[in-house]
């Protein structure tokens, strides 16, 4: 594992759909190589490499030249009802020692819930 490889794990209080993830970093020690993992409770830097990851990017520098803020745009799909998100930065577009992230973002919604009181019963009273 290189040493510039960073690991965050992100818990949500209800279930989520992602659309988006906004990473806010400058320079050559911004993330290059980013993996994320959904409703991955427990994960270490030993599993990211066994584990298959719900989405990879390979950023440039030219993705962060909105104000340092790269947008990685998600596979909706594979980010439905998500309770736990791990964001793996695999290395940084410099290969400094050290990547460095002032901001990470999530655009998305609330997981929608079936209110069980709404249901009306339908069919034949036997």
Same mark, same amino acid.
């Given at each position: !594992?290189?040493?510039?490889?960073?690991? /965050?794990? /992100? &818990? *949500?209080?209800?279930?989520?759909?992602?659309?988006?993830?906004?990473?806010?970093?400058?320079?050559? #020690?911004?993330?290059?190589?980013?993996?994320? %993992?959904?409703?991955?409770?427990? !994960?270490?830097?030993?599993?990211?490499? #066994?584990?298959?990851?719900?989405?990879? /990017?390979?950023?440039? $520098?030219?993705? %962060?030249? &909105?104000?340092?803020?790269?947008?990685?745009?998600?596979?909706?799909?594979?980010?439905?009802?998500?309770? &736990?998100?791990?964001? *793996?930065? $695999?290395?940084?577009?410099?290969?400094?020692?050290?990547?460095?992230?002032?901001?990470?973002? *999530?655009?998305? #919604?609330?997981?929608?819930?079936?209110? !069980?009181?709404?249901?009306?019963?339908?069919?034949?009273?036997?």
């Amino acid at each position: !594992m290189d040493s510039d490889a960073v690991l /965050f794990h /992100f &818990a *949500f209080n209800e279930a989520v759909n992602l659309s988006t993830v906004r990473i806010k970093a400058q320079d050559k #020690s911004a993330p290059r190589v980013v993996k994320l %993992y959904v409703n991955r409770v427990s !994960m270490g830097f030993e599993d990211c490499d #066994s584990v298959p990851c719900a989405q990879a /990017f390979e950023l440039r $520098e030219a993705d %962060y030249a &909105a104000g340092g803020v790269a947008t990685l745009q998600l596979r909706t799909v594979k980010f439905t009802r998500v309770v &736990a998100l791990t964001v *793996f930065v $695999e290395s940084n577009l410099g290969d400094e020692d050290a990547t460095c992230v002032s901001k990470i973002r *999530f655009t998305g #919604s609330l997981a929608g819930r079936t209110d !069980m009181s709404a249901l009306k019963k339908v069919g034949h009273d036997d």
